[in-house]
Structures are given as C-alpha cells and as structure tokens.
C-alpha cells in the first residue's frame, strides 16, 4: 500500500455543492487506506456564492474570477500544499492566475483528457456547460494532445444543459431522463466515449444507468490525479 506524503490538499467547492460532495466520497473511495489515519488532510472551502460560471462567460452574470481567486489564496493559507476544483468552467477564470496561483493545482482539464486518451485514441463526445463548451477550454488542451473532441449540436447542447440544472436542483430523475436522450442521440451519430466535462454530468450518467464505460468522468479524473500527488 502506497503511503500518505503528509500534503494537505486544499478543495476550492461549491460549484455545485453535489459535485463536491461526490468528489469527497471519490476521494475517500479511492485512497489506498486501511484505517482514518491513512487517508489525505483535506482542507474544504465550499462555497455557492460564487457566481455562475457559465452566465459570466456568456455575459449575463456577475464576474466569478475574483471569488475565485480569493478562495484559493484562503486555502493557500490555511496551509493547503496544492489544490483542486471540481469544477470544469472555473478553469477558464483559474487559468486566467497563470502563475498568480498560490500554489500548485491539480488541472481537472488535463487529468480528464489524460484519461479520454486512453479510453479511445479516435476521440469522444465533449459534454460540458455552454460556458466551457464556449471559451474553447477543452480544445486549447486537447489539440495539444492531438486528440479530437466532438461537439453536440445545439438541440443536444440544450438537452446536456437541461441535465446539469436538474442536478443542481437535486431533480435526479429529471436529470437521467434529460442526459440519457442526449447521450443516445450522439452515440446514433457517432460511436464514441462521452466526456462529461462538467462535474455534474457524472453524477446523472450514472443515475440514467447508462454503460459506465463508455464514459469518462472528470470528477473522477481529477480524484484519481489527487490521490496520485497524495501517495
């Protein structure tokens, strides 16, 4: 059993606050621990407040960045050795820090990337918010790699965003039915994995009980990368 290196790690949460929860439980799950002792310090900031990351990409809303700053410098603070975000759109307002960040960040971009290239060489279906989907954060990478993304086309985009809200307002049943007609419209068009590119589209896959692998979570992505800098 790998060892436990004594890193705090410091989790900016809160967007939204189920993906946070689940990425905790992921955390927990995945840890190679045999006792409480063995498993990670963490240090939680969540907070909801932070304003809606896609509405301020599309112009509609307030300015997350600076909210977001603040709560990773906090973290910083309270002596956090590195960081995540288990939320996607954040990274576009994270990246803008470059190397304000206060301390190292575990990306959920590149983790999530790392692991669709490993799924399936010939690329996938991106399922993300419009904000994400917009400000182009999964090509920048992505094209870095060589590895080609699909995009829903805007009917389906609906339909994937529709899922997110629904997980947000804890409506689960509303969540599946919504994700499984967009994800089995794609698959009619294009066999690929599904990237669910927002932290929430994980935790409505799995309630639509669709084929756990045929998809690549980035909530798990970013807890596997965790664990790794961790042990």
């Given amino acids: 059993m790998s060892s436990y290196n004594n890193k705090i790690l410091g989790v900016l949460g809160g967007m939204g606050p189920a993906a946070t929860a689940e990425f905790l439980r992921l955390l927990a799950t995945m840890a190679p621990a045999q006792r409480d002792q063995?498993?990670?310090?963490?240090?939680?900031?969540?907070?909801?407040?932070?304003?809606?990351?896609?509405?301020?990409?599309?112009?509609?809303?307030?300015?997350?960045?600076?909210?977001?700053?603040?709560?990773?410098?906090?973290?910083?603070?309270?002596g956090?050795?590195?960081?995540?975000?288990?939320?996607?759109?954040?990274?576009?307002?994270?990246?803008?820090?470059?190397?304000?960040?206060?301390?190292p960040l575990v990306h959920i971009v590149?983790?999530?990337?790392?692991?669709?290239?490993?799924?399936?060489?010939?690329?996938a279906w991106l399922l993300a918010t419009e904000g994400t989907i917009k400000t182009g954060l999964y090509d920048a990478h992505a094209s870095q790699k060589g590895f080609q993304l699909y995009k829903p086309n805007p009917n389906?985009?609906?339909?994937?965003?529709?899922?997110?809200?629904?997980?947000?307002?804890?409506?689960?049943?509303?969540?599946?039915?919504?994700?499984?007609?967009?994800?089995?419209?794609?698959?009619?068009?294009?066999?690929?994995?599904?990237?669910?590119?927002?932290?929430?589209?994980p935790i409505a896959y799995e309630a639509a009980s669709l084929p756990k692998e045929r998809m690549i979570s980035s909530l798990e992505a970013l807890a596997r990368?965790?664990?790794?800098?961790?042990y």
């Fill in 38 to 78: 063995d498993h990670p310090k963490i240090y939680l900031l969540s907070n909801p407040q932070i304003p809606d990351r896609t509405q301020a990409i599309l112009g509609a809303g307030e300015d997350p960045f600076g909210l977001i700053k603040e709560g990773l410098e906090t973290l910083a603070k309270w």
């Fill in 80 to 103: 956090a050795h590195i960081l995540a975000v288990p939320c996607n759109t954040a990274h576009f307002f994270i990246d803008k820090m470059g190397d304000l960040l206060p301390a």
């Fill in 110 to 123: 590149t983790s999530t990337l790392d692991e669709a290239l490993n799924k399936d060489e010939r690329g």
């Fill in 156 to 201: 389906v985009q609906r339909t994937i965003t529709s899922a997110i809200t629904a997980v947000k307002e804890g409506r689960p049943d509303k969540a599946k039915k919504a994700l499984r007609n967009a994800v089995e419209e794609l698959w009619s068009e294009q066999d690929l994995p599904v990237i669910a590119a927002c932290t929430e589209l």
């Fill in 225 to 230: 990368a965790c664990i790794k800098e961790l």
